[in-house]
């Protein structure tokens, strides 16, 4: 556990250019916290030990404002900088190499039990402050998603989306401009 500790904070070093240490990077990002919490919670939650998952990932929303559904599963270098009001739902899927920002929900909409609701999100992508991923769909690989976007269909690899609903309005492969209207 001390090992996935330090490699969130070097993570956070390396993506936040406000983190001055690894101690501080450790001891005040709820991120780490919020992460370890799931890790913890996950482990239970595949063992069929889903109120004691979903205790332990109360208890790390309390203490950091950041709640991850214990069925959620998460790659390597998650960052949630600032955190506050993030939520990631039950069947949600984060590659690596991820940046959240706060208010970000990644959230389904109705659907079946024991269904996918929650969204998949590839490699390498960002997604902006209080922007609401929503549903069953794929975040493709180096997209980025604008702040207070509302997504509710797939977004294609290296792009950018923005607005309500949110809408393909760069390549991000190419460098070049794709307006849609």
Not at 119 to 124: F, L, R
Not at 125 to 136: E, N, T, Y
Not at 148 to 163: Q, S
């Amino acid at each position: 556990m001390i090992r996935f500790i330090i490699d969130e904070a070097k993570n956070i070093l390396k993506k936040d250019p406000a983190a001055k240490s690894l101690f501080e990077a450790m001891f005040c990002y709820p991120s780490v916290k919020a992460l370890v919490y799931h890790r913890w919670a996950h482990k239970h939650y595949k063992k069929k030990r889903y109120t004691l998952a979903r205790i332990i990932s109360q208890r790390a929303r309390h203490k950091t404002g950041i709640e991850i559904h214990p069925g959620a599963k998460i790659g390597k270098n998650l960052f949630i900088d600032h955190g506050m009001g993030v939520v990631i739902g039950e069947t949600a899927e984060i590659g690596d190499n991820v940046t959240i920002y706060h208010g970000v929900t990644l959230g389904g909409i109705g659907g079946e039990p024991n269904k996918k609701r929650h969204p998949t999100v590839e490699d390498d992508v960002m997604i902006g402050a209080g922007a609401k991923v929503l549903g069953p769909i794929t975040i493709g690989k180096g997209a980025k998603i604008g702040a207070n976007a509302v997504v509710l269909e797939d977004v294609p690899p290296y792009t950018t989306v923005v607005g309500v609903p949110g809408k393909v309005v760069k390549s991000n492969r190419d460098d070049h401009l794709m307006y849609v209207i």
